[in-house]
């Protein structure tokens, strides 16, 4: 290891490190300081002597290259989350990075990227937040595979999505948009606030996912949808959103009623359909609850504000915290405290104290 001195063509005295990688390849780095020179020459030997040492050609590796062979070989991540992290590499960071060594992209970097998402793109604070999540990820990545030394994503909270407090429907309303809304969609309705359940899962029910003597719900499935139309059915990301939900007692009058008008006898068949049996397209379901909110005037009302809004119904009656992510579905890092307290018997509890509040309404 030796640093010699030249000079430019304009006199300009510069500093040659000429050094030996632990792969014996030969590598030479010029500096503009005798005293930079010197001071990568000590960094150089911790590094080399500690095993931190990286080959400097690997971080010349382009964030589009390895990104695109990053997401070919995370094979066991679902359709839904594949298109999603392409979508976010697509449009929120390779437009940035694509060309960009490894090596290169340093933390003033990401902090200019990251403010122009956030002041610049019109895009919401929590799709930033899944970017910077995503490029974070992929560069922990690199720092496994030996491409770099430190991951330069190290903007405190930059990950952490701050959505805007949903708004919560009255059991006025709710009914308000049941009534509004074509009689063959009004179960959904129902089903997500009453029952706490998503889209996916409402979508993926068939007949015997109902157990009308019991008043139950088997959720076990869902439906996704990729933006170019195709379909599939999947298990739950958790086993946790894999559950029995209890049903207040209004509900087995409404879903005898849809089951003997819209759904065919066999007890494999799709409790909402855009016919033929064929699951009901979401886009078709939207554009059903968009006129219903217009007519009831709620326009501001998501769809999955409906769940939103069963679930702090459901908090009212009194019910624990491991009780309603037992019924919604939710997990987290005490699943097995959750399961300890939570219990079938409770659930059924909730949904008699959900219907009281629709019987008295």
């Known amino acids: 290891m030796s640093i010699n001195k030249r000079f430019l063509s304009s006199g300009k005295p510069v500093y040659d490190l000429r050094y030996r990688g632990t792969n014996g390849r030969q590598y030479k780095k010029t500096f503009q300081t005798n005293k930079e020179a010197k001071s990568f020459e000590a960094d150089l030997r911790v590094s080399r002597s500690n095993g931190t040492w990286i080959d400097p050609t690997k971080s010349k590796l382009t964030l589009g290259i390895y990104s695109t062979n990053w997401l070919k070989t995370r094979v066991n991540l679902r359709i839904r989350t594949v298109e999603l992290y392409q979508g976010l590499l697509v449009h929120q960071i390779l437009p940035y990075f694509n060309d960009v060594e490894l090596g290169k992209i340093t933390t003033s970097s990401i902090r ?6 956030l002041q610049n793109s019109g895009l919401a604070q929590s799709t930033v937040a899944k970017a910077y999540r995503l490029l974070r990820t992929i560069l922990n ?9 430190v991951n330069p994503c190290s903007i405190k909270g930059a990950g952490i999505a701050k959505s805007p407090e949903r708004p919560i429907a009255s059991i006025e309303e709710v009914f308000s948009l049941a009534d509004a809304i074509a009689n063959k969609f009004r179960l959904t309705i129902l089903l997500a606030t009453f029952g706490g359940l998503r889209l996916g899962e409402i979508l993926a029910l068939k007949r015997n996912s109902f157990d009308l003597v019991n008043l139950s719900v088997n959720v076990c499935c869902q439906l996704q949808e990729l933006s170019d139309g195709r379909y599939y059915f999947e298990k739950p990301k958790t086993e946790a959103g894999n559950r029995t939900v209890m049903l207040p007692k209004f509900m087995a009058t409404e879903i005898t009623r849809h089951l003997d008008n819209y759904v065919a006898d066999e007890s494999d068949s799709l409790i909402f359909t855009s016919g033929s049996n064929t699951p009901l397209r979401r886009g078709v379901l939207f554009r059903a609850w968009k006129s219903s909110r217009i007519k009831v005037g709620v326009e501001h009302l998501h769809f999955h504000d409906l769940r939103h809004t069963g679930n702090t119904f459901a908090a009212s009656t009194g019910a624990s915290t491991a009780e309603l992510m037992a019924r919604m579905g939710h997990s ?8 300890q307290h939570a219990s079938k018997e409770r659930d059924i509890v909730l949904a008699s104290k959900l219907n009281s509040m629709v019987e008295n309404r």
């Open 332 to 339: 987290s890092s005490e699943a097995a405290l959750r399961y």
């Open 112 to 117: 200019l990227w990251y403010a122009a998402l």
């Open 141 to 149: 990545s690199a720092i496994e595979d030996g491409l770099v030394k």
